[in-house]
């Protein structure tokens, strides 16, 4: 790797340079918590909605990092004569100005993938075909924003022959900056779509943003079926090579046939007059989109088609996530292997540190060598050992001839083998236990089985849980709200049945203001796991008041029973300044004190100067609905002459919220001090933010197919039939995971291989059976029951029910598996 002078480094930023000692740059660090190796590190001082580098800038100094780079005015006095400072007036801006300056150094040809999808599968499947012909420098997983993209061009080095960078752009004016630090020999526009539309006009005006991407590139590849995309591509670059894929007549590379066989797609294709065939492992339509910018690329580059289809008939599918999952022996499974450079492991043990210190576990690393980094071994493995030694491992295995020559690197416990069949013949002496183990191997290493042997198969049914879309979701209604709007977050009911501590932890980590549970024991769960936000008890217990002191929760008062009963408890605890939140009826006649009893309240509250009132709240009824639109309003009216009389009563001041999810959407007027969000952070919203992504899919699999004739009963008391000779599916889950048994009987369908197949006969208690006639699946393969191309709103609305009751009604025996893309 390059190394620069801080000297030059500050003047491409066109900063104030505050030098204290010589120093040479050559790691970006911009994450506090993934600092390992403060040695020629700069770190960037990014401020982002919710976190912002500044405030980790001693933290950091006594990590050992020498070299920063800060807002104009931020350089800590306490610091200045401890570190390197350069003082910008736009800290991203300098980061992308050093990535840019790097670039320069360089002459290997670059490839710049844009477009609304395929962008990291397209990149991957290059790689996965070229690899091992050439050292493919690529954007770890989809770093492809303003940020992502100049962490990923500083990884271009000397050995590099082809580059590969993503760029994805959410507004106007940000595809410049990326142009400008990639500055890409070559284009792929991979398609144009509705992601990230919120800040575009239209379609067209973000496509023109995107193609800024290829201004002064030789060659552009371009889906020609788009014909969007390919009028403006031939409008805007008519001097350009330009290749084209699709099936339309005219293009580069034509798609003439595609087969199914089995669970593989045999396409059959046209380039330069000349037909030739491949096969991909992959039967779904978005594979096939996929594969044909990969194909026309390695044209382009001069593989022959037979040498293509020998590639293509090997790819492997591209894990964009990295998986948590429970092991056996009450271990802590991340599953990691996507990438395997240097970059991906230090955002794994980044991860892996993260839920050890969560849960409280010790951590272990079981890796393999790392392959095609572009750096020499006696470059790479001091680097890995000086992680493993700085996140702090407490046992590490290596696989793989290069860590085994490299033992000397890692501490004397640590173990090495050279393959993979190998440590699994050891694995059950290692003895894992209440550890949490962050597995992450090179493809070839086929790191699978060993998560294969260290889960625990409690269930094939599992609930996926993805907590980039919650964050993603919670994001959307924070744009919605005002900077000093609070928002509580709604995690009772088991996280509407995804898993309490898991999206508590991640909410937390997204700076929100307030968790909501209902019931008292729900909140010690997440203290004693470590949440720390405060957390309101929307139910709470006389018998619990003990637990709520104790755990610092805040309760919910509703009535005066609970009001005194409270207070009572608070004196004998001896305890001052106790918060609660005084819930009013507005209308709904639920639980709340009535405008007939505020009287009351305010001479019962004077009297209880131990309690602190910290928030007031109503409830909408029906927010959702426009139907009720008058009655929402005149419930809004009352609520804010209610606290207005309470204020005035008790001369004091309180927060006020009565919007929840579909209210933020619909009446955002009514923000006040905070507002509740619940079912929204799954995707679940009232129409006005067409953004919102799905969170959670319930899974399963065909544990055995078997042919039924037409005159043959299927299940319990021979409900189902087929109308003529076919095949069933047996599928484990059943009414016992929360699959409603109105779904019986053809009620009711699911997903395999792309297409909903009806569910057959009574559904049982741990399975159900599906008609799979008119589809050639296979046993093992997936089946959905509700996720992204199946939303349980459909279930909901062939039930006659909402999204909650199916979310909160599946059952804690089907495992959660949480996962970041």
Known sequence: MIAYSIREIANVCGGKLLLNKESSISRLLWDSRSVYDASEGLFFALKGNRHDGHQFLYQLVDKGVGNFVVKEGKIPDGLRDKANWIEVQDVLLALQKVAAFHRQHFSAPVLAITGSNGKTIVKEWITQMIGNDRLVTRSPRSFNSQIGVPLSVWLLNDKTDIAIFEAGISQPGE?????????????????????????????????????????????????????????????????????????????????????????????????????????????????????????????????????IAKRTALLEPVAMRLELKEGTNRNLLINDTYNSDVTSLEMALDFLAQQSRKKGMSRTVILSDLLQTGLSDEELYPQVANMIKEKEIDRFIGVGDALMRHASLFDSNARFFETTDELLRELPSFRFSEEAILVKGSRSYSFERIVGQMELKRHATV????????????????????????????????????????????????????????????????????????????????????????????????????????NKAVAAENREEVPIHIKLDTGMHRMGFSEKELDELIFSLKQKPRLRIKSVFSHLAASDSQEHDGFTKMQIETFEKMCRKLKRGLNTNFWMHILNSAGIERFPEAQFDMVRLGIGLYGFGAGKIDSLRNVVTLKSFISQIKPVSAHETIGYNRAGTLNRDGRIGIVPIGYADGLNRHLSNGHGKMIVRGQQVPIVGNICMDMCMVDLTDVNAEEGDEVVVFGDDYPVTMLANQLDTIPYEILTGISRRVVRVYYRE
């Open 175 to 307: 595809m410049q900056r990326l142009e400008k630090i990639i500055r890409p020999d070559m284009g792929l526009f991979t398609t144009l779509g509705q992601a990230h539309q919120e800040n575009f006009t239209s379609l067209d005006e973000k496509l023109h943003e995107k193609l800024h991407l290829f201004k002064d590139v030789k060659t552009l590849f371009y889906n020609a079926d788009q014909l969007l995309v390919k009028d403006a591509v031939r409008q805007y670059f008519p001097e350009k090579n330009l290749l084209s894929w699709g099936r339309s007549k005219g293009v580069t590379l034509q798609l003439l046939e595609e087969h199914e066989l089995d669970d593989k797609m045999r396409l059959e294709l046209s380039y330069g007059g000349d037909v030739f065939y491949i096969e991909i492992p992959f039967s779904d339509k978005v594979s096939v989109a996929n594969i044909l910018p990969a194909v026309l690329f390695l044209l382009y580059l001069g593989y022959t088609p037979e040498n």
């Open 463 to 566: 609930m996926e849980v993805n907590l980039d879309a919650l964050t993603h979701n919670l994001n959307q209604y924070r744009r919605i709200l005002k900077p000093q709007t609070k928002v509580l977050a709604m995690v009772k009911a088991f996280s509407y049945g995804s898993g309490s501590y898991e999206i508590a932890a991640a909410l937390q980590y997204q700076n929100i203001d307030y968790l909501g549970v209902a019931f008292a024991d729900e909140g010690v769960e997440l203290r004693r796991a470590g949440i720390s936000v405060p957390i309101i008890v929307m139910n709470p217990e006389e018998k619990s008041f003990g637990q709520i002191i104790e755990y610092h929760l805040e309760p919910e008062i509703y009535n005066f029973r609970v009001l005194e009963a409270f």
